[in-house]
């Protein structure tokens, strides 16, 4: 949702506090580095944020982020937000007619202003002394929130380059987010394949067996008492975090729905993958596309719902040629994956014959989803059918139940067409005519006839 405009005034106004502040202490550190003699100057202290309630001063506060932090994101935002605060660094050192190569960075190919990297940051908070710079090393290392929240990283670079040699990277969504106030999901679909799916429907619209209420009702108990339960040290040592579950049957018969539906109960977003912008006919890409996923949700706390899964997590192909061989690989590394991966995974399948034993084995339960038995498909006629567009009176729904085999997916599908054809005549009641001629027009999608 986007900030009204005196949220985005609140959030520029802290962020350009934030900079005067970044600003007076790149004068105090290039004054106090060229005339060391001089009189000498203490950093100034960052802006208070305690009564800021802007988005840059949550961020901040979250994490407990003090001044080398601060100073931190504020170079690694300042080539996005103010790059010609940065111009300072481009100081030739005289003596070699060369760049200093303590302030590091470098320039784009595009971007004419300073590009900083771990040194830029190295030579502002350490001044040269071991003990400050290997304080800068721990801040780029995979224990600090930058990293573990997947904030701002250093660029890694080949050849063993030094590590602070690599730029400085902030996040794409942190980035997005202080800049416009948006949550950023997928503005491009190549950075996040996925869309978040949601339902207007309730439990009491899911008509199931009651088995399998009972084994959804696992996944929601999970959810809501999996830290207490992580936190036994017994279990702890066993089980691992997170909860992977199968939904299989027929299309229409609720799979869907319920995912979403254990969302909407327990308070987290559900995203389903798009798995054709996933699957690659080329080598290795759609590794790298499930990473992207992977490396996106699992600070989300986000159910992903891979549907028509078996599409990508389907049996592994004889080894006949080097691209079986890989595909084969990809599939060892979503094993893995699918298995450390903290949150909810539920994966979606027509048939549970085309899935591959070692995902079924990893899988915390597995839920059949048969087409509806007569009760419940007269059940869901009647659910169906509650509001102002209902049937003529000498229908009988218990007759339609019993005659016709149906999902409750092809039931809403014979709900819209019945519903079309009766407008089109100026009338909320459908007739029996024009229930059935939708009947035999869903049935003929499946090479069925009535």
């Known amino acids: 949702m986007e900030m009204n405009v005196l949220e985005k005034k609140i959030n520029s106004d802290a962020l350009e506090r934030e900079f ?4 007076s202490v790149l004068d105090v550190r290039f004054k106090s580095y060229f005339d060391p003699e001089g009189e000498s100057s203490t950093f100034p202290f960052p802006p208070d944020l305690e009564e800021d309630d802007s988005l840059y001063a949550k961020l901040i506060k979250k994490y407990n982020f003090g001044s080398m932090e601060r100073l931190v994101l504020c170079l690694t935002l300042a080539p996005h937000l103010k ?7 481009f100081t030739n050192n005289p003596q070699l007619n060369r760049p200093f190569t303590e ?5 784009g190919k595009t971007h004419s202003g300073f590009i ?3 040194e830029t940051a190295a030579f502002l908070l350490s001044q040269d002394f071991f003990e400050e710079r290997f304080k800068i090393l721990e801040i780029f290392s995979a224990h600090h929130p930058f990293a573990k929240e997947n904030i701002l990283h250093l660029e890694r670079l080949e050849n063993k380059e030094p590590l602070l040699s690599g730029r400085l990277l902030i996040n794409d969504e942190i980035l997005y987010t202080l800049t416009s106030g948006e949550i950023y999901l997928s503005a491009s679909a190549n950075l996040f394949p996925a869309e978040k799916i949601e339902t207007k429907m309730t439990w009491e619209d899911l008509v199931i067996s009651p088995f399998v209420r009972e084994e959804i009702s696992q996944i929601k108990t999970w959810i809501k008492h999996q830290d207490e339960l992580m936190d036994d040290p017994v ?12 939904f299989y049957g027929p299309p229409g018969t609720g799979k869907t729905m319920t995912a979403n539906l254990i969302g909407k109960t327990c308070g987290l977003e559900v995203y389903r993958i798009d798995l054709s912008l996933i699957v690659s006919k080329y080598i290795g890409e759609t590794e790298k596309n499930l990473e992207k996923i992977f490396k996106h949700a699992e600070k989300k706390n986000w159910i992903l719902f891979f549907d028509e899964a078996d599409a990508l997590f389907g049996k592994r192909t004889s080894t006949n040629s080097s691209n079986d061989r890989f595909a084969n690989q990809e599939v060892a590394y979503l094993l893995q ?17 085309n899935m591959d034993e070692a995902f079924s084995r990893r899988f915390q339960s597995t839920i059949y989803f048969p087409i509806p038995d007569q009760s419940q498909r007269l059940k869901l006629w009647q659910n169906i059918f509650s509001g102002e567009i209902k049937p003529e009176a000498s229908v009988d729904l218990k007759r339609i139940a ?12 014979v709900l819209r067409s019945s519903a079309l054809k009766a407008r089109q005549r100026n ?15 869903e049935f003929q999608k499946y090479g069925k006839t009535i």
């Open 116 to 118: 900083p990297t771990g």
């Open 20 to 23: 005067l502040w970044f600003e």
């Open 337 to 353: 994956r699918i298995e450390d991966f903290p949150g909810v995974i539920i994966l979606a399948s027509n048939l549970k014959s």
């Open 103 to 107: 302030f590091g960075g470098y320039s």
């Open 402 to 413: 019993k005659d016709y085999e149906l999902s409750g997916g092809s039931m809403i599908n």
């Open 235 to 246: 279990f702890g040592k066993h089980v691992k975090p997170g909860f992977r579950s199968l």
């Open 427 to 441: 009338s909320k009641e459908i007739s029996n005519q024009e229930i059935i001629g939708s009947i035999r027009k």
């Open 83 to 89: 790059s010609q605060m940065l111009d300072l660094f």
